[in-house]
């Protein structure tokens, strides 16, 4: 297990260093970030040579990237055109959205699996019917529609759940942008849970523990959900990072002061630093995640080992 983790990691930096250039490099291709800093004004020319200096725009990009590879090591992601450092930016924004990541990849994992569950073991019932369109519903409409959506009946009309988030960072605040960040990826988790339980409830493992008259709830917890899993967790793992990601706009309907939210104002000011920062620590995220998912194989099926 030890060297296959070593592989793992070493197998790693190749593709930390070609994902981190191919953003480097589109990034840097939106346009000059010294005119988006003053906008419809023309920049002085001296202004203008002393900011791209200062922040080594002048060098060939290949250049411009090593200088932040260097920095990267030293944990120094730049500074922003207005002197803030992406540093304290990435403290400031990412406690926030792992909260909110934490909540919505709970109410996934919980509910997404709880329904596939209920839908595979009765399948062709009203159940698995009612599931199927459920979640086939949920798919079907866009995210800032349902946020909207229920932030007015839920928030407003109601007043079961805060409305809107702000800097005041609550589990409670949380709970309703953490559904309507999931809604999508649970319905995926569920129908996909369904699939691969229906599947193996015919498996000729599960006709052999009930055979031996294990309790019908050893056979589907034990038997017939671990090994409908894998495929599950494969697909949880890959979504943990998009989650993160894919927050803006749950972020910006919620007024939500995370990572998603300061991803747009990066890319709407052309901060070249803040939006490069900000996805390298989501590319480590996806790199982590697959690593995890990968050593998870092996607690679930006992009949995958690693050399």
């Known amino acids: 297990m030890g060297r296959y983790v070593l592989r793992r990691l070493l197998q ?26 003053f906008g419809d004004r023309a920049p002085d020319p001296a202004v203008a040579a002393q900011i791209r200096a200062q922040y ?3 060098d060939p990009l290949w250049q411009q990237y090593l200088l932040y590879m260097g920095r990267l090591f030293k ?7 207005s002197g803030q450092t992406v540093t304290s930016q990435l403290a400031a924004a990412y406690p926030t959205t792992l909260k909110l990541t ?38 079907s409409i866009p995210t800032f529609v349902t946020g909207y959506v229920l932030q007015y009946l839920v928030g407003v009309k109601w007043g079961v759940l805060p409305a809107t988030v702000g800097f005041d960072v609550t589990f409670k605040s949380l709970i309703l942008p953490g ?10 988790v569920a129908r996909l849970t369904r699939t691969t339980v229906a599947e193996n409830s015919r498996a000729d ?16 917890i034990n038997h017939l959900l671990r090994n409908s899993l894998i495929p599950v967790v494969t697909f949880l793992g890959t979504d943990l990072g998009a989650l993160m990601g894919g927050a803006l706009v749950t972020e910006r309907i919620f007024n939500i002061h995370g990572v998603g939210y300061t991803l747009y104002q990066g890319i709407v000011r052309q ?37």
């Open 12 to 37: 790693m930096i190749p593709v930390f260093i070609g994902t981190t250039f191919l953003i480097f490099v589109m990034v840097h291709a939106l346009g000059d970030p010294v005119n988006a800093l």
């Open 56 to 58: 080594n725009l002048n």
């Open 75 to 81: 944990w120094d992601f730049g500074t922003t055109f």
């Open 102 to 139: 934490a909540v919505a990849f709970t109410i996934e994992v919980v509910f997404g699996i709880g329904l596939g569950l209920l839908s595979g073991l009765r399948r062709g019932r009203i159940a698995d019917n009612s599931v199927l369109i459920l979640t086939l519903v949920v798919i």
């Open 179 to 188: 559904i309507v960040l999931a809604s999508v990826s649970l319905a995926y």
């Open 205 to 220: 493992f599960v006709r052999t523990a009930v055979a031996k008259g294990l309790p019908r709830r050893r056979v589907v």
């Open 271 to 307: 901060s070249s630093n803040t939006v490069v920062g900000f996805v390298t620590i989501l590319v480590i995220v996806f790199l982590l995640a697959n690593l995890l998912v990968d050593l998870l194989y092996a607690v679930l099926d006992p009949r995958i080992r690693y050399a």
